[in-house]
């Protein structure tokens, strides 16, 4: 009974910023942990972050430092900073929520459609 609409991708140069918002409709936001994956093409999907319920934030050496993922539960949604991009970040991005922070580790839950990310000069 969650629905995710992703949004903010686009085409964006080497070393530039973007963020991604995923709008959630679901009565008890506040209640789900959160993940952002991304698959580039010809690869594996890749989780890039997630935070829990209680705020608790986690990601990997990929994108540490440079990627931030923050929620408003007023506003039933959940973001992605991205800073420093570059041409490896290029990929689809795709939110996910579950009442449980293992079913998002484990590629379960609930996914959006997903937003395009290019980067590329």
């Known amino acids: 009974q969650v629905q995710l609409v992703e949004s903010g991708g686009g085409l964006v140069q080497p070393g530039g910023s973007l963020r991604l918002s995923c709008a959630a409709s679901?009565?008890?936001?506040?209640?789900?942990?959160m993940g952002w994956y991304r698959q580039a093409p010809g690869k594996q999907r890749e989780l890039v972050a997630t935070i829990t319920s209680g705020g608790s934030t986690s990601y990997p050496d990929s994108v540490k430092g440079r990627f931030t993922i923050s929620r408003d539960n007023a506003k039933k949604t959940v973001y992605l900073q991205m800073n420093s991009l570059n041409p490896e970040d290029t990929a689809v991005y795709y939110c996910?929520?579950?009442?449980?922070?293992?079913?998002?580790?484990?590629?379960?839950?609930?996914w959006g459609q997903g937003t395009q990310v290019t980067v590329s000069s």
């Open positions: 679901v009565s008890s936001f506040s209640r789900y942990a």
């Open positions: 996910t929520a579950d009442l449980r922070l293992m079913a998002i580790i484990k590629q379960g839950g609930t």
